[in-house]
C-alpha cells in the first residue's frame, strides 16, 4: 500500500538506507540485466522501509557520538620512542602515539614546562581527547569530560581517569612508558 512515496522512489529509498547501514559503496550501482541490483522490490511494506529508516538512523547515530583528534599519528618504534623532529615543537602541539603493544594511540602533548602524555580514548564513550593548552586540560568534545594532565576526571560525565603516561626524553627522542 503505498504511502506517499511512488514504488520506484520507495525502492531507490530503501536500497540507500540499506545499503548506508551495512556500508556497502554500490547501492546504485546498475547493470544490463539488472537497473536496480541491490534495489528491494516495490512489494516492500511500510514496516520494512521504516526498518530499515531506523536502522540507517542508529548507525548515524553511533557514528556521530565518536569524535576523533586530529592529530597526526606517529608509530613508536619497539622501545616506545618517537622522534621530536617535526612534531611537537611549541606548546600546544599534540601527536597520537602508537605503541608496541598497546590497543589505544597515546595522546603526547607540549606544554612550557616539558611533555605530557595520556591514553587518548575518553572513558566515557570512546571518542577522542585533545589538549587545550588555553586550560592545560584534556577535553573529549563529544560530551564535555574534561581531565587534568594526569588523566583525573575533572568534569564528567566520565567518572574513569585516562591511563597516564611519562614522557622522556631522549636526546632528540621520545619515550613513552605508562606512569
Not at 616506545?80 to 611549541?90: D, E, T
Request: with cysteine; charged share 20%; glycine share 12%.
Amino acid at each position: 500500500m503505498p504511502f506517499g512515496v511512488g514504488g520506484e522512489k520507495r525502492r531507490i529509498l530503501r536500497a540507500v538506507a540499506e545499503n548506508f547501514a551495512t556500508g556497502a559503496d554500490n547501492c546504485l550501482a546498475p547493470t544490463a540485466d539488472r537497473p536496480y541490483p541491490d534495489l528491494m522490490d516495490a512489494s516492500s511494506t511500510r514496516r520494512e522501509f521504516l526498518i530499515g529508516c531506523a536502522g540507517c538512523a542508529l548507525a548515524a547515530g553511533v557514528v556521530g557520538c565518536s569524535a576523533v583528534n586530529p592529530a597526526p599519528l606517529v608509530e613508536a618504534d619497539a622501545q616506545g620512542s618517537v622522534p621530536r623532529a617535526g612534531h611537537l615543537q611549541k606548546p600546544g602541539d599534540q601527536i597520537k602515539v602508537r605503541l608496541p603493544d598497546v590497543a589505544d594511540p597515546v595522546l603526547v602533548w607540549r606544554t612550557p614546562q616539558g611533555f605530557g602524555a595520556a591514553s587518548i580514548v575518553c572513558t566515557h564513550r570512546g571518542s577522542e581527547v585533545h589538549f587545550t593548552p588555553e586550560s592545560g586540560t584534556l577535553d573529549c568534545p563529544s560530551h564535555g569530560s574534561q581531565f587534568d594532565q594526569g588523566g583525573k576526571v575533572l568534569q564528567g560525565p566520565a567518572k574513569k581517569p585516562l591511563k597516564p603516561y611519562q614522557v622522556i626524553v631522549d636526546g632528540e627522542r621520545l619515550k613513552i612508558r605508562p606512569a
